[in-house]
């Protein structure tokens, strides 16, 4: 899941981006209004967090921008106006969720975790391919009944897998949503994460769900049947 946080608070944009990319998530960080403006208009994200008081061009503004052009990505604003009328103003143009500066950091990525929730319309929140089952909000993975621990990155590859399950998916667009737009690593991170999440979910059981399609990239297949490893 990629998210977008725009705060002109360097150290506490920092240290969010931080404690979300621990969380999973890939994560892009803008300081201004401009910059956080060109960044929404020109990526796909799931989430933004953003700050009303910014240089350039503020809060408020971007989200009207967005929402004048029909962008429905849930928003959170982050701020330290604590007004009930600036929480009203950012509510009436589109906001989805509203959190006071100074904040608890469980609180904000609960906050989160529930717009995403909401945004996928997805009442369990539990995502499905066969056996193979998802708990993004517990942060917990299945196949059957037997629980599959993996690490935080292994999480998020496998969540954004199964968002997108049937769909052969290319490394850059994985590295774009999985790690983030910044990330100038090898390419080859996707096929050790790949390779580390087969040895979790696929081996041990006999399966063979998530697939490498040659030339293209990799498919996590939602129909198991016809795709168990021969003993």
């Known amino acids: 899941m990629r998210i977008l946080v725009v705060d002109d608070e360097v150290n ?50 971007i989200l009207e921008r967005i929402r004048g052009l029909s962008i429905w990505t849930p928003v959170l604003m982050l701020t330290a106006k604590d007004g009930e009328y600036d929480q009203a103003d950012a509510f009436e143009m589109g906001a989805d969720d509203y959190l006071t500066k100074p904040f608890s950091y469980v609180v ?37 009944e037997q629980e ?28 774009e949503h999985v790690w983030d737009s910044n990330f100038d690593g090898p390419l080859n991170v996707v096929e050790v994460y790949v390779g580390y999440l087969r040895k979790k979910i696929d081996v041990p059981f006999g399966r063979q769900s998530l697939q490498t399609i040659r030339g293209f990239g990799y498919r996590l297949d939602s129909d198991i049947i016809g795709k168990v490893a021969k003993p």
Do not use: C
């Open 12 to 61: 506490l944009a920092s240290s969010i981006k931080l404690g979300l990319t621990s969380e999973g998530f890939a994560v892009d960080v803008a300081h201004d209004g401009e910059e956080g403006l060109w960044a929404a208009l020109e990526n796909n994200y799931d989430l933004i967090v953003l700050d009303l008081m910014l240089p350039k061009l503020n809060g408020y503004k």
């Open 108 to 144: 904000l990525v609960a906050r989160i975790r529930a717009l995403l929730r909401r945004a996928g319309n997805d009442t369990s929140a539990i995502l499905e391919a066969g056996d193979l089952k998802l708990d993004p909000f517990n942060q917990k993975t299945f196949r059957g």
């Open 148 to 175: 599959i621990v993996l690490t935080a990155r292994e999480f998020a590859l496998l969540e954004y897998f199964m968002r997108n399950k049937d769909r052969v998916m290319k490394k850059t667009e994985l590295i």
